[in-house]
């Protein structure tokens, strides 16, 4: 099935199977290789992507459902808060071996645009679903704290 | 001549099953996935027994893990027919959508995604605490789902128009594989609290 979706707010043209999930057309058919293949069943939130602002696992998300919504990757996602959770990554130094951040990360950043100064609950809630192997749940937790102070200011 | 004889009695077989299966068709007795028709409580003389009864047969769905897993007594839903907790956790959050950064469809997306086994509709989301089913008695969910200051506000008309006709509602008789389908149809289900009001939406003692 040929069709366009809007990626990183560029139109792009892809031809795959109706049923093929979000995630493999922006891995293979597109080469974003930053949102990553975790579990396959929603579990670990490895392959969080925003679509239309909001964020959705992509590997439960056939195609075919996605319509004329718009797709955010990490590739492309921008703005203050994501330059805040970026810097605040960096300061905490929070990956280790890394293959969950990306997934993090857009996590992070779709509790930032919505709550401004995130509790401890609000970001375990928030978080619970992206899963890290190497356990870095603290620094993460951390990083949203220095993120949310650093957009205050 | 050999072959011939082994070809008459694979055939004759074979016309034995057929004529087995369409009996058993014919002659299949309601099992526990079954509702019964609302016609069947007609010999029950007294109405307010008739229409115990008949809400009794649809707690039959009422109760089912398709229902209560997104009635739960807790914030957290259940899942699968065990009714576990939901994992990850989540929770109902102020609108039963979720909380901010991780609501329902972050997961659960417009129709089931029957390759990993995650189910989906449009709408998905928690019941309010109000009216949380898990671990209730048929007689105290009658009561909550009857009593407008816990069911959102719904009279009899639009509770019975929820029960029979919202397609998240229906979606417990579509659950996709791995899951158990409520009992019988939502249309059973419709007529017997159709039925039930009608005769006077009496509930069980307890």
Same mark, same amino acid.
């Given at each position: ?9 560029t139109m792009q043209s892809v031809d795959v199977d109706n049923d093929a999930p979000l995630l493999w057309v922006l891995r293979d058919a597109l080469g974003l290789a930053g949102t990553k293949f975790g579990c396959g069943v929603a579990q670990c939130g490895a392959c969080t992507v925003f679509v239309d602002g909001k964020p959705m696992r992509s590997c439960t998300l056939p195609i075919s459902a996605l319509g004329t919504r718009e797709v955010t990757t990490i ?79 | 001549?050999?072959? #011939? ?38 010999? =029950? ?6 229409? =115990?009864?008949?809400?009794?047969? #649809? ?38 959508? $979720? ?16 390759? #990993?086994?995650? *189910? $989906? ?66 249309? #059973?289900? $419709? ?12 509930? *069980?003692?307890?």
């Amino acid at each position: 099935m040929a069709l366009a979706i809007k990626v990183n707010g560029t139109m792009q043209s892809v031809d795959v199977d109706n049923d093929a999930p979000l995630l493999w057309v922006l891995r293979d058919a597109l080469g974003l290789a930053g949102t990553k293949f975790g579990c396959g069943v929603a579990q670990c939130g490895a392959c969080t992507v925003f679509v239309d602002g909001k964020p959705m696992r992509s590997c439960t998300l056939p195609i075919s459902a996605l319509g004329t919504r718009e797709v955010t990757t990490i590739e492309g996602v921008s703005g203050r808060e994501a330059e805040a959770v970026q810097q605040a990554w960096i300061a905490r130094d929070v990956p280790q071996c890394g293959y969950c951040q990306s997934g993090q990360v857009m996590s992070a950043v779709a509790l930032l645009k919505q709550v401004k100064k995130p509790s401890d609950r609000d970001i375990d809630l928030a978080m619970n679903g992206n899963v890290c192997r190497c356990a870095t749940y603290v620094r993460i937790r951390a990083a949203i704290h220095d993120a949310a102070r650093a957009l205050e200011g | 001549m050999m072959r #011939a004889q082994a070809l008459l009695v694979a055939g004759a077989v074979a016309v034995t099953a057929l004529v087995a299966a369409a009996v058993a068709q014919t002659t299949r007795q309601p099992t526990a996935k079954d509702l019964r028709p609302v016609p069947s409580f007609q010999n =029950i003389a007294d109405q307010q027994a008739r229409s =115990i009864a008949l809400f009794e047969e #649809a707690g039959k769905v009422l109760q089912h893990p398709r229902c209560v897993n997104c009635h739960p007594a807790t914030e957290r839903p259940l899942q699968s027919d065990a009714m576990r907790p939901h994992q990850p956790l989540v929770v109902r959050g102020a609108d039963g959508h $979720g909380v901010p950064g991780m609501t329902c469809n972050t997961c659960h997306h417009v129709a089931n995604f029957d390759a #990993a086994r995650v *189910p $989906g509709h449009p709408q998905w989301h928690l019941a309010p605490a109000s009216m949380a089913w898990e671990g209730r008695t048929l007689g105290e969910i009658c009561a909550q789902i009857k009593d407008p200051n816990r069911n959102g506000g719904k009279d009899m008309a639009a509770l019975l128009h929820h029960m029979a006709e919202d397609t998240l509602v229906g979606w417990g008789w579509s659950p996709g594989p791995g899951r158990e389908p409520a009992p019988g149809t939502q249309a #059973a289900f $419709g007529a017997l609290l159709r039925a039930w009001a009608d005769t006077g939406a009496h509930c *069980p003692p307890s």
